[in-house]
């Protein structure tokens, strides 16, 4: 059946306003500042018009000429003002459909579609933005028959239905409750992140910024006590955490997980309702991550490592299925969402004592460097080297204490693999079925092979690239245990 090429809806041209805004802001910039040193105001206000005048030209046409077209065994995609493109996917490359609804497009029954495919490419291939919310069934209808069609030449009536009939089946449902979203923004470490982006930024325009500035805030500075400036970080810290819980709040709002039809579907978000849906074929591992106030209040978030060919977004961070669960709970909720995996047969173990001692003995290396230049730097201010070395030494060993204590790598069952490991302060278990172990890499130096220790390195398809799990400094028995494992 040939359909007929469909338009966006009239919605679309904020969302096309948005990107040209983005593409013209250095132009735009750069025309407004040549605007104002100009000391001819009608000249000014006419270049402020022409700018204004071609974003929006700009916008209506990209609107006009974008027109996608749904066949019975591809989607077609034509876009581009001056060059014009066209864009095939077939519904067999199509690996994984998201939606996003922002407020705005909820009175009318819109969202938008992100489509990725088997291709490598920092975004989805297909993005039709505002559209009705009834297309993705539409497309899902579609790829159904298409997989019929390349598995068997009968005709099956259930494929006839409509899409609403075919995924009657409510399956396993999870829905987050308030104060499981709230105990999960508040021991999030998100608002490091956002520290280090402002750093980043700093280190960007730092060149342009005033030596003056420098000198007036250096002086302003001397004249306030140290207890004043430490308020003031302090300060700027809560403000950090404070935006960081609001922004997961908003994020992760009626978070819902539901499997159906061998696929995950997570739905969130308060003004952007982000629906992701996941075949289950797509993952590779099911990942519990525990950061240090997480371990300590005995609480777990669930997260899917999956293939995807966007190197962007949810995939490149892995896609959580659990925000937050009781650590006690965790084997309940993965026999219920993934029954395959033998989460009742990982035995608890004791750390070696032997990589005790290789992870402190690394902490001590780096500790010795950072603290003899720190004396050696500021031995003239006693009370500040002392507080230094004080952090030197909690920053260095700290790490070192949990990957010690938290790693470990053993086969439970002839499918799954479970490894045990600390990345910074995080504590990590990872069950990677056989099947998805793309390769494995034992690492071994001349000095520990006399004291019978090695290291493991196993890889797993992670979005687009891979995601390389290691494990340090175990019993070499228990490595080539996973190495005779994976060879047979």
Same mark, same amino acid.
């Given at each position: 059946?040939?359909?007929?090429?469909?338009?966006?809806?009239?919605?679309?041209?904020?969302?096309?306003?948005?990107?040209?805004?983005?593409?013209?802001?250095?132009?735009?910039?750069?025309?407004?500042?040549?605007?104002?040193?100009?000391?001819?105001?009608?000249?000014?206000?006419?270049?402020?018009?022409?700018?204004?005048?071609?974003?929006?030209?700009?916008?209506?046409?990209?609107?006009?000429?974008?027109?996608?077209?749904?066949?019975?065994?591809?989607?077609?995609?034509?876009?581009?003002?001056?060059?014009?493109?066209?864009?095939?996917?077939?519904?067999?490359?199509?690996?994984?459909?998201?939606?996003?609804?922002?407020?705005?497009?909820?009175?009318?029954?819109?969202?938008?579609?992100?489509?990725?495919?088997?291709?490598?490419?920092?975004?989805?291939?297909?993005?039709?933005?505002?559209?009705?919310?009834?297309?993705?069934?539409?497309?899902?209808?579609?790829?159904?028959?298409?997989? #019929?069609?390349?598995?068997? &030449?009968?005709?099956?009536?259930?494929? %006839?239905?409509?899409?609403? *009939?075919? /995924? +009657?089946?409510? @399956?396993?449902?999870?829905?987050?409750?308030?104060?499981?979203?709230?105990?999960?923004?508040?021991?999030?470490?998100?608002?490091?992140?956002?520290?280090?982006?402002?750093?980043?930024?700093?280190?960007?325009?730092?060149?342009?910024?005033?030596?003056?500035?420098?000198?007036?805030?250096?002086?302003?500075?001397?004249?306030?006590?140290?207890?004043?400036?430490?308020?003031?970080?302090?300060?700027?810290?809560? #403000?950090?955490?404070?935006? &960081?819980?609001?922004?997961?709040?908003? %994020?992760?709002?009626?978070? *819902?997980? /539901? +499997?159906?039809? @061998?696929?995950?579907?997570?739905?969130?978000?308060?003004?952007?309702?982000?629906?992701?849906?996941?075949?289950?074929?797509?993952?590779?591992?099911?990942?519990?991550?525990?950061?240090?106030?997480?371990?300590?209040?005995?609480?777990?978030?669930?997260?899917?490592?999956?293939?995807?060919?966007?190197?962007?977004?949810?995939?490149?961070?892995?896609?959580?299925?659990?925000?937050?669960?009781?650590?006690?709970? #965790?084997?309940?909720?993965?026999?219920?969402?993934?029954?395959?995996?033998?989460?009742?047969?990982?035995?608890?173990?004791?750390?070696?004592?032997?990589?005790?001692?290789?992870?402190?003995?690394?902490?001590?290396?780096?500790?010795?460097?950072?603290?003899?230049?720190?004396?050696?730097?500021?031995?003239?201010?006693?009370?500040?080297?002392?507080?230094?070395?004080?952090?030197?030494?909690?920053?260095?060993?700290?790490?070192?204490?949990?990957?010690?204590?938290?790693?470990?790598?053993?086969?439970?069952?002839?499918?799954?693999?479970?490894?045990?490991?600390?990345?910074?302060?995080?504590?990590?278990?990872?069950?990677?079925?056989?099947?998805?172990?793309?390769?494995?890499?034992?690492?071994?130096?001349?000095?520990?092979?006399?004291?019978?220790?090695?290291?493991?390195?196993?890889?797993?398809?992670?979005?687009?690239?891979?995601?390389?799990?290691?494990?340090?400094?175990?019993?070499?028995?228990?490595?080539?245990?996973?190495?005779?494992?994976?060879?047979?």
């Amino acid at each position: 059946m040939i359909s007929k090429p469909r338009h966006l809806h009239i919605a679309a041209l904020l969302f096309f306003l948005f990107d040209t805004i983005k593409q013209m802001v250095i132009p735009f910039a750069a025309g407004l500042f040549g605007a104002t040193s100009s000391d001819d105001d009608v000249l000014m206000i006419w270049i402020v018009v022409v700018l204004v005048l071609f974003i929006i030209a700009i916008t209506v046409l990209k609107f006009i000429f974008f027109t996608y077209q749904i066949l019975d065994d591809e989607i077609i995609v034509k876009y581009g003002v001056f060059v014009k493109k066209v864009n095939h996917v077939p519904y067999e490359r199509i690996q994984n459909i998201t939606t996003n609804q922002w407020f705005f497009l909820k009175p009318f029954n819109l969202e938008e579609l992100e489509i990725e495919t088997a291709g490598h490419s920092d975004k989805p291939e297909v993005q039709l933005k505002a559209v009705p919310i009834t297309l993705k069934d539409e497309i899902n209808h579609h790829r159904r028959n298409e997989s #019929v069609k390349l598995k068997t &030449s009968e005709v099956n009536e259930n494929v %006839q239905e409509k899409p609403d *009939k075919i /995924t +009657e089946n409510i @399956g396993n449902t999870y829905t987050i409750s308030w104060r499981d979203l709230v105990k999960f923004a508040l021991t999030s470490p998100a608002f490091l992140t956002g520290i280090v982006v402002v750093l980043a930024a700093y280190g960007k325009i730092q060149n342009g910024i005033s030596q003056t500035l420098y000198k007036n805030i250096a002086q302003q500075a001397s004249h306030i006590g140290v207890l004043i400036i430490i308020g003031i970080l302090v300060a700027i810290l809560l #403000v950090f955490y404070i935006g &960081s819980v609001i922004a997961l709040i908003i %994020q992760y709002y009626h978070f *819902k997980l /539901t +499997e159906k039809d @061998g696929q995950f579907i997570t739905e969130r978000g308060l003004l952007r309702t982000r629906k992701t849906t996941i075949k289950m074929d797509r993952v590779q591992a099911v990942m519990l991550k525990q950061p240090l106030l997480r371990s300590f209040l005995k609480i777990v978030t669930v997260q899917l490592v999956i293939i995807s060919n966007s190197k962007k977004g949810d995939s490149e961070k892995d896609i959580i299925v659990m925000p937050v669960i009781a650590q006690r709970d #965790v084997n309940k909720f993965l026999k219920q969402f993934f029954p395959k995996i033998p989460a009742e047969q990982v035995s608890a173990f004791s750390p070696d004592h032997r990589t005790f001692f290789y992870d402190l003995r690394n902490a001590t290396y780096f500790a010795l460097v950072t603290v003899v230049l720190t004396i050696g730097f500021l031995h003239s201010i006693t009370w500040l080297w002392v507080t230094l070395v004080i952090a030197e030494l909690l920053f260095w060993y700290t790490p070192a204490y949990f990957s010690a204590k938290r790693s470990k790598v053993e086969v439970v069952t002839d499918d799954f693999l479970v490894i045990r490991n600390n990345k910074v302060l995080t504590n990590q278990v990872f069950f990677i079925p056989r099947s998805s172990v793309q390769f494995i890499e034992k690492r071994q130096s001349i000095w520990l092979k006399h004291k019978d220790m090695s290291s493991l390195n196993v890889n797993v398809r992670s979005g687009a690239t891979q995601k390389k799990i290691k494990v340090n400094y175990q019993n070499d028995s228990d490595i080539e245990q996973i190495v005779n494992w994976y060879k047979h």
